[in-house]
C-alpha cells in the first residue's frame, strides 16, 4: 500500500544545488515523485531516491508545454496513487511559482501539502553582485514585481507611475522580452534615467554574467550582447553598491 497522499511543494534555489536548505533534501530524498521545473539542476535531482519517478514539466521553447492543468493532474494523480509527491519549483515556490494554483488544486482533491522555502533568484543576484537589497539611510523597501504579463502583449500591467516614484530596490523577474519597455515606463513616469541598473542572466548558475548600466541605457546594453531569459533587472539605490565579490562574467558598462 502506498503511503498517505502528500505534496511538498519545495524551493529549489535559482540553479547552484549548494543552495538548497536541510528540509529541502530531506524531502526530496523521501519523494516517490519528484515533478521539477525546467532548469533544476542535475546535481539536485541526483538526490532523489532510485526508484523515485522523475516527471520534467518544465516549460521550454520547442517541446512540448506541459499545462498547468496538466500539472494539477500529475500532482494529484501521483499522490493519490504513490504517496509522496515533491513539486520542486525553481527559486523559492511562492514567488512568480503559480504556487496559489496548484495549492487549490491538491487541496480541492483532499490531499494535504507543506511548503518549503527556497532562495529566490533576487537575492542570488544580490548575494553574487554585492549588494544588500535593503540597506538604513538608502532604501527600507523592497518591491519585487513580473516584467512580463503572459496574458497580454507587452509589459505587465502594473502602476508604474507607483514604481517611478518609489524610494526602494526594484527587482523585476521576467524582463528579457520587454526590458527597453520597462525602463521607458519607469523613466517616463519620472524615475531617474541616469540611476544604475543591473541584469543578472542565469542569477545563481555556473553561467551568471552581470551587465551594468543606466536605467536610460540598460536595455540597448542587453540587447547588444544578447542577454536572454532567464535574468533579471535590478534598479535602486541600494544598486549603486554593487562590487560583485566573486567570480562571473561582469560587463561594465565600458565593456557592453
Known amino acids: 500500500m502506498s503511503a498517505r497522499p502528500f505534496v511538498s511543494f519545495v524551493g529549489a534555489g535559482p540553479g547552484d544545488p549548494e543552495l538548497v536548505t536541510l528540509k529541502a533534501l530531506r524531502r526530496l530524498r523521501e519523494a516517490a ?3 521539477h521545473d525546467r532548469l533544476i539542476p542535475a546535481a539536485l535531482l541526483a538526490e532523489a531516491a532510485p526508484d523515485a519517478e522523475i516527471i520534467d514539466a518544465g516549460k521550454a521553447p520547442g517541446r512540448r508545454c506541459i499545462g ?6 500529475l500532482l494529484i494523480d501521483r499522490a493519490r496513487r504513490r504517496g509522496r509527491v515533491v513539486r520542486l519549483k525553481g527559486g523559492d515556490p511562492s514567488i512568480f511559482g503559480r504556487l496559489a494554483e496548484e495549492i487549490e488544486a491538491v487541496l480541492g482533491a483532499g490531499i494535504q501539502f507543506d511548503i518549503v522555502p527556497g532562495v529566490t533568484a533576487a537575492t542570488a543576484a544580490a548575494a553574487q553582485t554585492g549588494i544588500s537589497l535593503t540597506a538604513r539611510g538608502h532604501t527600507s523597501m523592497l518591491i519585487l514585481a513580473t516584467g512580463s504579463d503572459h496574458h497580454a502583449d507587452g509589459i505587465a500591467a502594473l502602476d508604474w507611475a507607483l514604481l517611478a516614484r518609489a524610494e526602494a530596490t526594484l527587482v523585476f523577474y521576467m524582463p528579457v522580452q520587454g526590458l527597453e519597455a520597462i525602463t521607458t515606463a519607469l523613466t517616463a513616469m519620472g524615475r531617474d534615467g541616469r540611476e544604475r541598473a543591473l541584469v543578472v542572466e542565469g542569477a545563481g548558475t555556473a553561467d551568471e554574467r552581470v551587465v551594468a548600466g543606466r536605467l536610460d541605457d540598460i536595455g540597448a546594453r542587453c540587447r ?4 536572454a531569459a532567464p535574468a533579471l533587472l535590478l534598479v535602486g539605490p541600494t544598486v549603486d553598491t554593487a562590487a560583485v565579490p566573486v567570480a562571473v562574467r561582469h560587463l561594465t558598462a565600458a565593456e557592453a
Open 33 to 35: 515523485v519528484v515533478v
Open 68 to 73: 498547468q492543468s496538466e500539472i494539477n493532474w
Open 224 to 227: 547588444e550582447v544578447g542577454v
